[in-house]
């Protein structure tokens, strides 16, 4: 069974801090993606990533910023956490040449006060 | 550009009866199309995909879409709802490489 795993379920963070959001997978996958899901809003998209190294952009990549070091390991920073980065950050993988099965992590919820 | 509409933000239907969770999309390309389901406190699952193959998509639990052309519709059916079937639905577009755009999301109520 492909596993993503995200290093926390919850989190409280204060408005300011840096915060980091890790995300591993276990099955040699290419790509990688950060989500953002909000109620009545679905998920959006923040950044991708095609290979060690490599980011994309999404839809809303303002406030965060990624690092992909390891091909397992894809990590979503919020540089300077604002309360509108309220939400559950959803993390996921897929192989390069199949682009319909992409693997989900169990989400983030992060909460900044 | 790609987008996708579900037009239904909320579906309550009594166990046992048939369920019907409507998605309309538009694309560019041709589109690929998928179904995932979100339990509470899970992450998403897929569902079933259409990949330019067979119209009529099989997917796990009893779930399958049709894909319409004509109609740019690609609804969500069940002929009978099971409580565990409750959760959140989303229908997604996939109409070129690497991109991806997801629904807002259809939350479907079983009730007993």
């Known amino acids: 069974d492909v596993k993503v795993t995200q290093s926390s379920r919850y989190l409280v963070k204060r408005t300011g801090e840096k915060v980091f959001l890790e995300c591993v997978q276990d099955m040699d996958h290419e790509n990688m993606f950060w989500y953002r899901q909000d109620p009545g809003l679905g998920l959006r998209l923040i950044y991708f990533?095609?290979?060690?190294?490599?980011?994309e952009k999404g839809d809303i990549p303002e406030g965060y910023s990624v690092s992909r070091e390891k091909k397992e390991r894809f990590s979503l920073i919020l540089e300077s956490a604002s309360t509108n980065q309220t939400s559950m950050y959803l993390c996921a993988s897929r192989p390069r040449d199949r682009y319909y099965e992409q693997y989900f992590g169990p989400g983030t919820r992060l909460t900044v006060t | 550009a790609q987008s996708v509409t579900q037009l239904d933000s909320h579906v309550s239907v009594s166990e046992g009866t048939p369920v019907l969770l409507r998605c309309n999309y538009s694309?560019?390309?041709?589109?690929?199309l998928f179904w995932y389901v979100q339990h509470p406190n899970k992450g998403l699952q897929l569902l079933l995909k259409y990949t330019s193959a067979a119209t009529l998509v099989k997917g796990i639990n009893g779930f399958e879409a049709e894909f319409k052309k004509s109609e740019t519709s690609f609804h969500l059916t069940k002929p009978s709802a099971h409580m565990s079937d409750a959760a959140e639905y989303f229908c997604?577009?996939?109409?070129?490489?690497?991109?991806?755009?997801f629904g807002t999301g259809t939350k479907l109520q079983v009730i007993p």
């Open positions: 997604v577009v996939s109409g070129g490489y690497q991109k991806v755009t």
């Open positions: 990533s095609y290979d060690v190294k490599m980011k």
């Open positions: 694309s560019s390309y041709s589109p690929s």
